[in-house]
């Protein structure tokens, strides 16, 4: 079985073989790019090469890309801890030809790497197009020689269905694609492949981009000077499927950051982990580990905790990890260390981490350091809300105590949110709204609160209620407040 470390070595090599350029991964926050909040995607450093506005002396590329997706049009921060397959922070192995090969090349070489590399069956793989690419449809089931049971036409722009037509965010690069997913479950028993599959059985791990188009604010879609390719194959993912286990954090991409938590809690490090994986409180080592991985690679690449833009999204995800720290019994700042193992496992491949590393943990535990002050009194107060409205038969938490754990005990309202799920309650998100605006529209209280746990005058990145998401012109300042 190949392991994470020889995953990344057999894509490179594989492509270098055929004549592509190894570039190394950028930093995940964006150096010269204002319409990104995170690197989301391999493609995000050769954005001006695919519009044509950039030439370089390779037309063929490829690299490990670390990937930071909380915010903006690519968030994946609800879906950690409750699904297997999304991460905030993942590598991404990428191919590019910039106007060089096409459609037929780039699906050969991904099937070959699917097949001879990863070793895949064939039986347990399924394919996504877009709905009119019938060049596509044809490359697979004639060229390739799938079933055509096995490839599914999804999508229709025209209609808003952004199915398999990718674009880095409301504007820029962007084409129909073609996916590669692989049956996580086939004991589950035959079924269709059809609209609505159940993409926890069936996961997506790679995506073929045919970038043919250039999105302008308005969203019209102006073809490019030339047609280029864009892949991105999951690294965790690969790494799930090639080690037989369905979920991202069963993999030894975990494994020392999990120990570093058993060390720090006492735990046996060499306890079995499979026993581990199936206990109750998984999920909680799970998020923190995620968590810890983004907050470590964004600090080191040169991110700032602050309340707003990039930093609040940063201080959000290390809130929550903290909580979580809580449940598991840490009562005083404990991710900086996770933090340093981070930095020793990805220490080789990142060298980057390593020269920042020291500096980083030392901000990481300064933040948590001030979310603990002040963590037990908001717990208090969360739990006898919970209770206060449990026994009124209630089954949401009013405005007034979401505004309070803010303000007061720095729990940002997308945290309280989570406790309150987990409870089986839901928010009053109206009355918190109104209390936000009164709060805001006096600078005074602005500047009482403002310091209280290191919670200001923030906003918010997050995309809108489903799916909808608001322009990276404006992503600073959106006015949603959760
Ligand atoms: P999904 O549909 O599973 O959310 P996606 O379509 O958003 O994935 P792409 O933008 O196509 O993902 O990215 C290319 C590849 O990167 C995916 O096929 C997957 O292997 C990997 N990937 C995407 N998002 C995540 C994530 N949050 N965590 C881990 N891997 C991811
Ligand atoms: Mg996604
Ligand atoms: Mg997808
Ligand atoms: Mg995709």
Redesign the pocket.
Same mark, same amino acid.
């Given at each position: 079985m190949m392991t994470p470390n020889e995953l990344r070595q057999r894509f490179l090599q594989f492509f270098e073989e055929r004549d592509h350029r190894v570039v190394a991964s950028s930093p995940v926050v964006p150096q010269a790019d204002p319409t990104l909040l995170f690197t989301?995607? &391999?493609m995000n450093q050769f954005k001006d090469l695919l519009l044509g506005n950039e030439t370089r002396d390779y037309t063929r590329a490829a690299s490990v890309q670390k990937?930071v997706?909380a915010g903006g049009k690519?968030n994946?921060l609800d879906?950690?801890g409750r699904d297997g397959?999304?991460?905030?922070?993942?590598?991404?192995l990428?191919n590019w030809s910039f106007g060089d090969y096409y459609k037929r090349e780039s699906i050969k070489w991904a099937w070959k790497f699917v097949l001879e590399e990863l070793k895949l069956a064939p039986e347990r793989l399924y394919v996504t197009i877009y709905k009119d690419d019938d060049e596509c449809f044809d490359i697979w089931t004639q060229e390739m020689g799938l079933d055509p049971a096995r490839v599914l036409r999804l999508g229709d722009i025209e209609a808003g269905d952004e199915e398999n037509f990718?674009s880095m965010g409301p504007t820029g690069p962007c084409g129909p694609?073609t996916?590669?997913h692989y049956d996580l479950h086939p004991e589950y028993g035959p079924m269709t492949f059809g609209v609505g599959y159940d993409?926890d059985r069936i996961?997506?791990?790679?995506?073929l981009?045919f970038m043919e188009f250039n999105r302008d604010e308005d969203g019209t879609l102006n073809p490019l000077p030339m047609k280029s390719v864009d892949? &991105?194959?999951?690294?965790?993912?690969?790494a799930m499927v090639v080690a037989g286990r369905d979920n991202?954090f069963h993999t030894d991409l975990f494994t020392p950051i999990f120990q570093s938590l058993f060390e720090l809690l006492g735990q046996d490090v060499g306890r079995d982990l499979d026993a581990f994986y199936k206990s109750d409180n998984f999920t909680d080592y799970a998020v923190i580990a995620d968590h810890v991985r983004t907050v470590t690679f964004a600090i080191c690449d040169g991110a700032k905790f602050a309340n707003d833009g990039r930093g609040y999204v940063l201080r959000r995800i290390l809130r929550r990890a903290v909580r979580h720290g809580r449940n598991l019994g840490f009562d005083a700042p404990f991710l900086h260390r996770v933090a340093a193992a981070v930095v020793e496992a990805y220490g080789d491949i990142y060298p980057e981490l390593r020269a920042t590393g020291q500096e980083a943990a030392e901000l990481i535990r300064l933040e948590e350091e001030r979310f603990f002050r002040n963590l037990d009194r908001g717990l208090e107060l969360f739990e006898d809300a919970a209770a206060r409205a449990e026994s009124e038969g209630k089954k949401t938490l009013s405005g007034q105590e979401v505004f309070q754990l803010h303000a007061t005990f720095g729990f940002p309202p997308d945290l309280t949110e989570i406790m309150a799920e987990e409870r089986g309650m839901s928010i009053d998100w109206e009355s918190y709204e109104s209390l936000w605006k009164e709060h805001q529209e006096t600078s005074r209280g602005k500047d009482m609160y403002a310091d209280a746990a290191g919670v200001g005058d923030w906003e918010t990145l997050e995309e809108g209620p489903a799916n909808t998401f608001v322009g990276y012109g404006t992503l600073e300042t959106h006015t949603t407040l959760r």
């Open positions: 989301n995607a &391999g990937c997706r690519h994946d879906e950690v397959r999304h991460l905030t922070f993942f590598e991404m990428g990718w694609c996916e590669i993409e996961n997506e791990i790679w995506n981009v892949t &991105g194959l999951g690294l965790d993912r690969a991202v």
